[in-house]
T-cell receptor, first 115, second 118 residues
C-alpha cells in the first residue's frame, strides 16, 4: 500500500521565520516520484517540485528548499524567511511506478504566516 | 503557457439540473484529469483521459459523466447530483499519460469550479 503522512495539520509562524513542513511516505515500489503542491485560498494547486526516487540530491529554489532522505522515507520542505504570501495549504504527494497516474496525497499542512 | 483554465468558477445547481464543467489546456499535454476536493481534504482522483480516451474511472457514480472532445478540452457533465457532491472540482493535465512508462510527469492544475448542489 502507498501512503503519505503530513503530521502537521496547521502551522502558524511570524513573517521572516523559517518553517519546515514534514512529509513521510510509504511505498513498496523501488521507483517512485514525490511532489509538493501549494494551494492558496484561491483554490488552484500550484506545482512546486518533483523528485525521483533515484535522485536524492536536495534542491533549493529561492527561499524554498527540499530535503529528500530515502533512509527515513521523508521529503521535507523548508521555507526560509517566510512571507505572508506563503500562507496556503501545502500537499505532499506520491506517485508509484504503477503507471496509473494516480497521485497519493497527504492530508495537507495549512501554513499561516502572520505579519 | 503553463495554464489550465476552468469554467465556470462557481456553480450553484439544483438536484434535478443538468450542467457541465469545462476545462481547457494548450500545453500539448496528452493526459487530463478530474479531481474532487472537499473542504480541508486532499483532492481525490475521479477520471483520467489518455490520448482522449478514458483510461481510469475511480468508481465514480454515473451522475458524473466525463467527455474529452479533443486533446485540449475536457468536460464533466453533471446530472441529478446530491448535496454531498458539493465540492471544488479540479481539472489537471500532464505531458505524458499513464500506462506509457512515462508517468512521472507532474500534473498542472486549473483553478477549479466550486460547485454547490442545493
Amino acid at each position: 500500500a502507498q501512503k503519505v503522512t503530513q503530521a502537521q495539520t496547521e502551522i502558524s509562524v511570524v513573517e521572516k521565520e523559517d518553517v519546515t513542513l514534514d512529509c513521510v511516505y510509504e511505498t513498496r515500489d523501488t521507483t517512485y516520484y514525490l511532489f509538493w503542491y501549494k494551494q492558496p485560498p484561491s483554490g488552484e494547486l500550484v506545482f512546486l517540485i518533483r523528485r525521483n526516487s533515484f535522485d536524492e540530491q536536495n534542491e533549493i529554489s529561492g527561499r524554498y528548499s527540499w530535503n529528500f532522505q530515502k533512509s527515513t522515507s521523508s521529503f521535507n520542505f523548508t521555507i526560509t524567511a517566510s512571507q505572508v504570501v506563503d500562507s496556503a495549504v501545502y500537499f505532499c504527494a506520491l506517485k508509484g511506478s504503477g503507471n496509473t497516474g494516480k497521485l497519493i496525497f497527504g492530508q495537507g499542512t495549512t501554513l499561516q504566516v502572520k505579519p | 503557457d503553463t495554464e489550465v483554465t476552468q469554467t465556470p468558477k462557481h456553480l450553484v445547481m439544483g438536484m434535478t439540473n443538468k450542467k457541465s464543467l469545462k476545462c481547457e489546456q494548450h500545453m500539448g499535454h496528452r493526459a487530463m484529469y478530474w479531481y474532487k476536493q472537499k473542504a480541508k481534504k486532499p483532492p481525490e482522483l475521479m477520471f483520467v483521459y489518455s490520448y482522449e480516451k478514458l483510461s481510469i474511472n475511480e468508481s465514480v457514480p454515473s451522475r458524473f459523466s466525463p467527455e474529452c472532445p479533443n486533446s485540449s478540452l475536457l468536460n464533466l457533465h453533471l446530472h441529478a447530483l446530491q448535496p454531498e457532491d458539493s465540492a471544488l472540482y479540479l481539472c489537471a493535465s500532464s505531458q505524458d499519460p499513464p500506462l506509457t512508462g512515462l508517468s512521472y510527469n507532474e500534473q498542472f492544475f486549473g483553478p477549479g469550479t466550486r460547485l454547490t448542489v442545493l
